[in-house]
């Protein structure tokens, strides 16, 4: 049975989902931290992401992806997703594939809840390369050198907060 979430306890989540983690609380008592994928790690996930993102940008109808396509994906790539899950959670993967069904179904939904934007960025990246009417060929990357003066747009994040 689903317990009622109060104010205080809607607002505590999306504190939480605003830091990057989602405590999840397992049927065995045990409370697992579901974090976002960090970006380091999404170098490194390469192949295991590639396939999960791919899938998620295949099931985009328009600029949505239905949140219930969402929960076919672990179904068509489960070594990848479990992998991910994995990572993110810091259980092993032994561990993930031995749950009850309502404990992953939870970490499964807090997974694709915490990492919505990072799967949304990414999807974005593939349907804007992607070859369109307009456009029949996905744009060229330049493949000159930087001039030596060059340097990166600066942004928000090249700024020092004050103290």
């Known amino acids: 049975m689903t317990k009622l979430e109060t104010a205080a306890e809607r607002a505590e989540r999306e504190v939480e989902i605003l830091a990057g983690e989602i405590p999840v609380d397992l049927s065995d008592g045990r409370r697992v931290v579901v974090r976002e994928i960090r970006w380091g790690e999404s170098l490194r996930l390469g192949a295991q992401l590639r396939s999960i993102i791919a899938e998620v940008a295949r099931k985009a109808s328009g600029k949505e992806v239905p949140a219930l396509a969402l929960f076919e994906i672990p179904e068509d790539h489960p070594e990848e997703f479990f992998w991910v899950l994995s990572l993110v959670t810091g259980l092993p993967v032994a561990?993930?594939?031995?749950?009850?069904?309502?404990?992953?179904?939870?970490?499964?939904?807090?997974?694709?809840?915490?990492?919505?934007?990072?799967?949304?960025?990414?999807?974005?990246?593939?349907?804007?390369?992607?070859?369109?009417?307009?456009?029949?060929?996905?744009?060229?990357?330049?493949?000159?050198?930087?001039?030596e003066n060059s340097s990166p747009p600066s942004s928000a994040s090249d700024t020092t907060p004050e103290s």
């Open 95 to 147: 561990e993930l594939e031995g749950l009850p069904l309502e404990d992953g179904e939870v970490l499964e939904a807090a997974f694709w809840r915490q990492n919505t934007s990072f799967f949304a960025r990414q999807v974005g990246r593939i349907l804007r390369a992607a070859p369109t009417e307009d456009q029949p060929e996905a744009p060229a990357i330049s493949t000159r050198p930087l001039q």
